[in-house]
């Protein structure tokens, strides 16, 4: 297994995942339940997604080298231009989840679930995750965005409000952005030479 695909897919889907409205979801889903049950449904979803993702990214890797490469190329393209989209008009803000007030541990977590895992769908991190599944093994791929994801729900349960004070929710967009913009870059050049 590659720690250097584990740790690269680590860091970009971190990074892309921070100003992601399932963490803000995270984030206002434990002001309304207990966070250890907040974190469990989320995680279970995340999960979910990642697999979804894969499998995703594995049937990309049946197409031709140069095709793949060039498919590859274009979505990390359209992710850094949907992220820098994002960054331009301040920040990521999406809109607060209608979720009531259950009594119920397990519901609690059955709508954490529902909320990550319907919220997750087609995100610019599932479309990466499938991507770097297409192109590298998919084993450190998916241990590296699920822990990325798992990361991302329990900092935003724990105090996502107190990060976004020390760093600027801009920076974290745009160093997504350009990570994306050179793994595009990769991917062209490889489908080209």
Not at 121 to 132: E, K, P, Y
Not at 174 to 190: D, E, N, P, V
Request: charged share 10%; no cysteine.
């Amino acid at each position: 297994m590659s720690f250097a695909v584990l740790a690269t897919t680590f860091a970009l889907i971190f990074l892309s995942e921070l100003p992601d409205k399932t963490a803000l979801a995270s984030l206002v889903l434990a002001t309304r339940y207990p966070g250890r049950y907040v974190f469990i449904g989320a995680a279970a979803g995340f999960t979910v997604q990642v697999a979804i993702a894969v499998a995703a990214g594995s049937l990309l890797a049946l197409l031709p080298h140069r095709a793949l490469e060039g498919v590859v190329a274009a979505l990390f393209l359209i992710g850094a231009g949907l992220m820098l989209w994002q960054s331009r008009d301040g920040a990521a803000q999406e809109e607060e989840p209608e979720v009531k007030q259950v009594s119920s541990p397990w519901r609690a977590t059955l709508v954490s679930f529902s909320v990550i895992t319907v919220a997750e769908f087609g995100d610019l991190t599932q479309i990466v995750t499938a991507n770097l599944a297409a192109k590298y093994d998919w084993l450190p791929v998916a241990i590296g965005a699920v822990l990325a994801l798992w990361a991302v729900a329990a900092i935003a349960i724990l105090g996502g409000q107190a990060l976004l004070r020390v760093v600027p929710l801009k920076f974290v967009i745009r160093a997504a952005a350009a990570i994306m913009l050179a793994l595009a870059g990769f991917s062209l050049y490889s489908a080209l030479a």
